[in-house]
């Protein structure tokens, strides 16, 4: 079992719905890092959250200490949202295998 | 130039070759990383300077050897790699390595490694 697992592994959705990535982990953490991949490589950092919510346009991350669990919403979803979504957790900057969006129009 | 920078982009080489990997950061930040992506494997972490001292090597194998001549570079010299070397290796760089904000990773472009 790897101790950073998210699901799904794989998503499709049409534009303008709402997305919902999910992220567990098994080790203490002090805080859980989101990031997003595009195609060719190209890593950007989304969240990085040790408790509670953080919202950045019509990204919403949220993270259960007690649960071990972060989830990663997108609301009004957009073609351009397409990427591989990634949560690692910190210290040790463990990461999960990503989660595949594609957003169709 | 802004952000992490990485040459080359793509690189092919022989098992006998020796190449280098280069990383620069125009962030002021005071560590960096080097991570390998393997397909359909997560991100591995491979070296974490701080402040020019390496301060983390996941038991990498030695034909992998990092070089940090100060804070806003970063290489990685490669040496008789094996085919199941060919990944994506990434570079990042933080503010620095404790504290959680200290520890967000902002990441370059990354080099595709391709080895015959």
């Known amino acids: 079992k790897n101790e950073v697992e998210q699901s799904p592994q794989n998503l499709t959705a049409q534009e303008g719905e709402f997305i919902t990535i999910n992220c567990s982990y098994s080790?203490?953490?002090?805080?859980l890092h989101w990031l997003q991949q595009h195609p060719g490589g190209g890593i950007v950092s989304l969240f990085m959250?040790?408790?509670g919510k953080k919202k950045h346009g019509r990204l919403i991350a949220t993270i259960n200490i007690q649960e071990k669990h972060s989830s990663l919403h997108i609301t009004a979803s957009h073609p351009r949202d397409s990427a591989v979504y990634i949560c690692?957790?910190?210290?040790?900057?463990?990461f999960g295998t990503g989660t595949r969006l594609q957003v169709f129009p | 130039e802004t952000g992490v920078t990485q040459t080359p982009r793509h690189l092919v080489m022989g098992m006998t070759n020796k190449k280098s990997l280069k990383c620069e950061q125009h962030?002021?930040?005071?560590?960096m990383y080097w991570y390998k992506q393997s397909a359909k494997k997560p991100l591995e972490l491979m070296f974490v300077?701080?402040?020019?001292?390496?301060?983390e090597n996941n038991s990498v194998p030695s034909r992998f050897s990092p070089e940090c001549p100060n804070s806003s570079h970063l290489f990685l010299h490669l040496h008789t790699l094996q085919p199941e070397d060919s990944a994506l290796y990434l570079c990042?760089?933080?503010?620095?390595?404790?504290?959680?904000?200290?520890?967000?990773?902002?990441f370059g472009p990354g080099t595709r490694l391709t080895v015959l």
């Open positions: 990042a760089s933080s503010p620095g390595t404790s504290g959680d904000s200290y520890n967000e990773q902002f």
């Open positions: 080790v203490g953490i002090s805080a």
């Open positions: 959250l040790s408790s």
């Open positions: 690692a957790v910190l210290p040790e900057l463990i």
């Open positions: 962030l002021g930040h005071n560590a």
């Open positions: 300077y701080s402040l020019e001292e390496r301060v």
